[in-house]
């Protein structure tokens, strides 16, 4: 953390992306205040209506943050077509009203403009930060009037484009999830493209673009472009849902929903030089097969990786396996165990003993995952790997707490 970046506003901190940058933010020391339209007790929290001009001002000198981070306002591409005015005061006019009040308190404010992916055509994917702007969307046009005012009225700014951002919340992964898990079939588009963004990855990268005191426009987002079909696929496997229920299916012309408005995100990917999982993997990391990394650091001299805070483990443990091999098939009834990959590839087939609920994924080299007490564990070595073998409690006398799963 920079002295220079220590107090942090954050509009739209009880949406989806603020409230998680809110979380992210202040676990890493930052003095976080958050702006919401409905009202709150909670410490450093405000309430403010962003086309409210004269508040914005007032609440804004108060603070006096050294960054401002604007993730309010509506993000429906429905509802602003149906309500274009409404959607132009809130998602234009309210960012104006944060603009005219950084120039009048302070100059020097960093504003942070959470914007989209459809402020492009979407007719050819792809897209980079210098490519030119064309909304076909109303929605995409606020985004791109509010980027040409912050860049025509402020110096200190960084225009963060993203796109589709999912894990812990996310308006299609919550759709997919919820239909799915109800066992009711959902239609979905395989003809139009994207490039997901994982929250976590996301939050990352906005302290990633602090820490670095960059300005300017960037793209994060996800570095796989996939269908939405493809997505939900791919979020049906992760948590065990029945992918039967997914149907392919055309959208209908004068769809709102771009045919192609990937982004190309080299750029933040070389500059911020942090972990960004594969779609794949970073929907394990949601449903709690693997765990993510707390920490990544990475530069000429190699990388830092930080596994797992706040556990404790007795006894450890190298593993080699040979392909083709089987190793567990047993569940203990007190302890825990970890395990880190580090070359290799195995499958893992877990199975409660109480629900006999059952899961399995694929690990690499460079996963970590954890196997709760009274979880069956198998893995099948598809190619020869070595490993690491946490457990909290030590098997001293080889079988204490060491069982079968009854057929």
Not at 1 to 26: P, Q, V, W
């Amino acid at each position: 953390m920079t002295e220079l970046h220590r107090k942090i506003l954050i509009t739209g901190a009880d949406g989806y992306i603020g409230s998680n940058l809110k979380i992210y933010l202040e676990s890493r020391g930052y003095e976080v205040y958050a702006l919401t339209q409905e009202g709150s007790k909670r410490e450093r929290y405000y309430q403010v209506d962003i086309i409210d001009e004269k508040t914005v001002l007032k609440v804004i000198k108060e603070i006096d943050p050294s960054v401002i981070i604007h993730t309010a306002g509506i993000s429906s591409l429905n509802q602003c077509e149906k309500d274009k005015d409404f959607a132009w005061k809130v998602n234009v006019e309210g960012t104006r009203n944060i603009i005219e009040a950084v120039k009048k308190i302070n100059s020097s404010i960093k504003l942070i403009f959470m914007s989209s992916d459809y402020v492009f055509d979407g007719e050819r994917g792809d897209y980079k930060e210098s490519d030119k702007l064309n909304p076909k969307t109303y929605y995409g046009k606020t985004k791109a009037e509010s980027e040409k005012d912050i860049k025509e009225g402020l110096e200190n700014y960084v225009i963060c484009r993203t796109a589709n951002v999912y894990g812990r919340g996310g308006n299609f992964f919550n759709f997919v999830c919820e239909s799915l898990s109800q066992g009711k079939s959902i239609d979905v588009f395989n003809d139009v493209f994207y490039t997901p963004t994982y929250i976590d990855y996301l939050v990352n990268c906005v302290g990633g673009l602090l820490e670095k005191d960059f300005k300017g426009v960037i793209h994060v987002t996800g570095k796989e472009k996939v269908s939405r079909y493809q997505f939900a696929l791919l979020v049906a496997e992760a948590f065990g849902m029945d992918k039967n229920l997914i149907k392919a299916v055309k959208q209908p012309d004068g769809g709102l929903i771009a045919k192609d408005s990937s982004l190309n995100s080299t750029f933040s990917l070389e500059y911020l030089n942090n972990f960004c999982p594969t779609i794949e993997k970073s929907l394990r990391y949601c449903s709690g097969d693997l765990i993510s990394p707390y920490f990544y650091f990475k530069d000429e001299r190699g990388k830092i990786i930080g596994l797992i805070q706040d556990e404790k483990f007795e006894e450890i443990n190298y593993i080699e396996s040979k392909g083709d091999s089987i190793r567990g098939n047993h569940y203990h009834r007190e302890t825990k165990e970890a395990f880190f990959i580090i070359s290799g590839k195995i499958r893992v087939e877990l199975t409660d003993v109480e629900d006999k609920k059952k899961s399995a994924f694929i690990v690499e080299g460079g996963d970590f995952f954890i196997v709760r007490p009274n979880t069956n564990h198998i893995f099948y070595v598809l190619e020869n790997s070595v490993w690491i073998n946490m457990l909290s409690k030590s098997m001293k006398n080889g079988e204490e707490d060491f069982f079968k799963l009854e057929s």
